[in-house]
């Protein structure tokens, strides 16, 4: 009964660790991130700016203003591939420490299935030798 009380602690541990992990992801690699905000709303307003600038009060060229505008928007897109690589990085990570885990858990498993059978046979044994 010990080794399933043990197996059960630690079944409730891992799903502290499960729901920590879950959020910690969330944090790095959510669409609320702060950062991500600030760089949208930054690279957007130089845009909107630039095109107001370029094509309203024509100030500047519209084939440049078009050009500075389709380079900010890469810039951004980079941005996104950046964030996305980052994430997911994170993510395997994570992944790859959980799989350990598992297997960390399966071989406790193993050896408490193998101390389980060799219980039930000594304990057979005795019983036999005892009639």
Do not use: C, D
């Amino acid at each position: 009964m010990r080794g399933e009380e043990q197996l059960r602690e630690e079944v409730q541990e891992f799903q502290k660790e499960k729901e920590r992990i879950r959020n910690i992801v969330g944090q790095v690699g959510g669409a609320g991130n702060k950062q991500n905000k600030i760089v949208n709303l930054l690279l957007i307003g130089i845009i909107i700016a630039l095109l107001v600038i370029g094509g309203i009060f024509s100030r500047i060229s519209p084939t440049l203003t078009l050009q500075l505008a389709i380079l900010l928007g890469i810039f951004k897109l980079i941005w996104m591939f950046y964030e996305s690589q980052r994430a997911s990085h994170f993510q395997f990570w994570i992944l790859n420490s959980l799989e350990f885990r598992i297997n960390e858990i399966h071989k406790r498993i193993k050896k408490i299935e193998k101390e389980l059978n060799e219980a039930k046979v000594k304990q057979t044994v005795e019983s036999q030798e005892g009639e």
